[in-house]
């Protein structure tokens, strides 16, 4: 499904004084995330986890090497096929990257306006997508997938930081694409709200042939979710590892509880 | 008093008539503003160093034109813009002659601040837009103005006040106006109580104009709430 063929990414960093300064960003990566596969990404800050993301979505371009997707060379498209590619591939971002003044619905219908008419774009059926109302519906049908239909008519300052990161999910998800990405997904958020999100993503890949691919320096989130994580160090891979599934969590009803039974000795 | 007031009478359909005058520069030179400016304005912010769709060269000409028409003092660009404004619009005199330096100067200010306005939309949105597979087209229409759109709107009513202060010497070449009024009466003919009168209005008018424009803003910005 995305396959990464020998990858390398280097950036030129452009000074103030206009010298430019070569960094490589990904040492000669390799692998294969397979369909409807949670896979995780793990590294510390600079190990160019968020790169190796972002050229799934050809926001990146590989210095050399090529990157795959359902068998397409992204590299090999032209400007427009690649924004059409992207339209098939949803993004997840860690500050959610929620437009301000446009309601959650708006916000999450925002995709389908922008594909409306586009030929090659996975279409919801032609008396679907001509109506009208149609992309509202769409947004609050995916907006009641995440148990966010009550807040359809807010503002995104209005929710909390898990809130907004589920509609940002919606709206990643509105287009049903077949690959979700997630930048540090829960990286802004404290554990309630991350186990809201990731709980999200999980019903996600249970009810949607979705491939989702989780960037994170969280190893706890990772494990959490995924079913495979690729460990990056330095733009190198240093390994993928099938995850072993942790013991079942406790859950807790709320944030005193959970702190209790942790700060007693506890596993969180 | 009751002189002053007689006065005022007669004067009457002078001042609703400069009035109109003013309105009509300051309509010429804000729809300038918008259908030329903003366009202008969003060509330097994607075409900057750094920007969405960098284009050096295309920066350097709008960037140099804005520079160049914010530079000339006033006055001067008015005189010597008489040779075009004469090619455009068939005159150089009256109100509609006036409205061409005058649009040009709306024009180079809404460019700056709309450029400027742009800047402050977060990377993340611009970000945002190019996951979504947005057209260079869609990131301006649907993102990036939207989300700038108080900004806008408050850079708007600064080039209209800013407009009014130009618009007062447009008198040179016979645009009229109540600026154009206030110098005749009140520095011309001494009737300084007339000259008061007119400036009064004007402050008026200007304190209007940005009450609306920041209700207008606040109205449309949902950043914070």
Not at chain 1, 132 to 142: H, K, V
Not at chain 2, 98 to 114: E, K, M, N
Not at chain 2, 115 to 136: H, Y
Not at chain 2, 138 to 149: D, G, I, K, S, W
Request: aromatic letters at 8%; glycine letters at 10%.
């Amino acid at each position: 499904m995305i396959e990464f063929d020998q990858v390398n990414k280097t950036f030129t960093q452009r000074s103030a004084t206009g010298r430019g300064k070569t960094v490589q960003a990904l040492h000669d990566i390799s692998l294969s995330i397979d369909e409807a596969e949670i896979f995780g990404v793990v590294g510390e800050s600079g190990s160019g986890k968020s790169t190796l993301l972002r050229l799934i979505n050809a926001l990146e371009a590989p210095s050399s090497g090529v990157v795959r997707v359902n068998g397409v060379d992204l590299a090999a498209l032209r400007p427009a096929e690649k924004r059409l590619q992207r339209r098939r591939i949803g993004m997840i971002f860690q500050q959610f990257n929620l437009l301000a003044n446009k309601t959650v619905a708006a916000n999450v219908a925002l995709p389908l306006s922008l594909h409306r008419g586009m030929p090659g774009t996975k279409s919801r059926g032609a008396a679907e997508t001509k109506g009208r109302g149609a992309p509202r519906e769409r947004a609050l049908e995916m907006l009641d997938f995440v148990n966010m239909g009550a807040h359809a008519a807010k503002h995104p300052a209005q929710l909390s930081g898990g809130e907004k990161q589920r509609v940002a999910i919606a709206r990643a998800l509105v287009n049903e694409p077949d690959i979700l990405l997630c930048d540090e997904p829960t990286s802004s958020l404290d554990s309630q709200h991350t186990d809201e999100v990731m709980a999200t993503l999980l019903r996600v890949r249970q009810e949607m042939d979705t491939s989702i691919v989780v960037v994170s320096h969280e190893l706890e989130v990772i494990r959490g979710a995924c079913d495979r994580a690729a460990i990056l160090e330095s733009g190198r891979l240093t390994g993928v590892v099938d995850i072993a599934a942790p013991e079942a969590r406790e859950r807790f009803n709320s944030y005193s509880e959970r702190a209790r039974r942790y700060l007693e000795g506890g596993q969180e | 008093m009751n002189e002053f007031g007689e006065r005022l009478a007669q004067y009457r359909e002078e001042i609703i008539t400069s009035i109109l005058e003013t309105g009509a520069m300051l309509g010429w030179s804000l729809l300038a503003a918008v259908l030329i400016g903003l366009p202008v304005g969003t060509g330097m912010y994607l075409a900057r160093r750094g920007g969405p769709k960098e284009r050096g060269w295309l920066y350097a000409g709008l960037n140099g034109f804005v520079n160049v028409v914010r530079s000339v003092p006033f006055l001067l660009f008015v005189v010597a813009l008489i040779p075009f404004t004469r090619w455009a619009v068939g005159t150089s005199f009256g109100t509609t002659a006036a409205a061409v330096p005058l649009s040009f100067v709306a024009i180079a200010l809404y460019a700056r601040w709309a450029e400027q306005t742009l800047v402050e939309v977060p990377q993340a949105t611009v970000e945002l837009a190019d996951s979504l597979g947005a057209s260079t087209w869609q990131l301006v229409t649907r993102f990036l103005y939207p989300e700038a759109r108080s900004g806008l709107v408050l850079s708007l009513t600064t080039v209209t006040i800013s407009m009014i202060s130009y618009s007062t010497i447009m008198g040179v070449v016979g645009g009229g106006g109540v600026g154009d009024f206030a110098i005749r009466y009140g520095y011309q003919r001494y009737e300084y109580d007339i000259m008061y009168v007119t400036i009064a209005v004007i402050v008026v008018l200007v304190m209007l104009i940005q009450a609306f424009g920041t209700r207008l803003s606040m109205a449309l910005d949902h950043r914070s709430r």
